[in-house]
């Protein structure tokens, strides 16, 4: 890693990166609590997490702002589950061990197939500074899937308050 991002020692930034994880998970149950919109959240999470991802070639050549990038990628990194778990939460609420546990496993299985694949991706020549590209191209993809999470959302949001209009109407 020395000889790729002249960094001296990679331990300080995994700490950083621990230190934003964190923080992270404070600030994003925090978020979704005043908010109430997590498909939002996750949607702003997706897009730092391509900014940090687009951002880490330039940065690695300076100690500072790698050190800096780190923990944004940390706060990024461990805000994702949250958001996940609060929609599916609120989608089937009377499911919720099942919900939480298999979203638990889908993040963890998707952490291990990113493993694997800048594995393989360094395996077929590619270099160590171009697997964040790789990644902030899976972010654009994990991107498209969360438009659809937002539009969902907009939906039961928009059938919710038609139906909170139905019920005052009967009651009045």
Same mark, same amino acid.
């Given at each position: ?15 950083? =990166? &621990?230190? *934003?994880?964190?923080? =992270?998970?404070y600030l994003c149950g925090?978020?979704?609590?005043a908010t109430g919109r997590? !498909? ?8 730092? +997490?391509?900014? /940090?991802?687009?951002?880490? !070639?330039?940065? +690695? ?12 990628? =940390? /706060?990024?990194?461990?805000?994702? #589950?949250?958001?996940? #778990? ?16 298999? #979203? &638990? &496993? ?12 800048? *594995?393989?991706?360094?395996?077929? *020549? ?5 697997l964040p590209l790789l ?10 899937? #969360? ?20 019920? !005052?109407?009967?009651?009045?």
């Amino acid at each position: 890693m020395h000889a790729t991002t002249r960094l001296p020692d990679p331990l300080p930034y995994l700490w950083m =990166g &621990s230190l *934003g994880g964190v923080i =992270g998970v404070y600030l994003c149950g925090t978020l979704i609590d005043a908010t109430g919109r997590p !498909e939002w959240l996750m949607s702003v999470v997706l897009v730092l +997490m391509f900014v /940090v991802f687009m951002s880490m !070639e330039k940065a +690695m050549s300076h100690q500072a702002s790698a050190f800096a990038l780190f923990g944004v990628w =940390g /706060v990024a990194a461990w805000s994702s #589950q949250a958001p996940q #778990q609060h929609r599916l939460l609120t989608l089937h609420p009377d499911k919720g061990s099942v919900v939480v546990a298999l #979203q &638990s &496993s889908a993040h963890y299985l998707g952490s291990a197939a990113g493993a694997a694949l800048g *594995g393989i991706a360094l395996g077929a *020549g590619f270099r160590l500074a171009q697997l964040p590209l790789l990644s902030a191209g899976l972010c654009v993809l994990a991107f498209t899937g #969360q438009l659809g999470v937002l539009a969902a959302a907009r939906s039961d949001r928009l059938q919710t308050g038609r139906a909170a209009v139905l019920i !005052e109407a009967d009651l009045s």
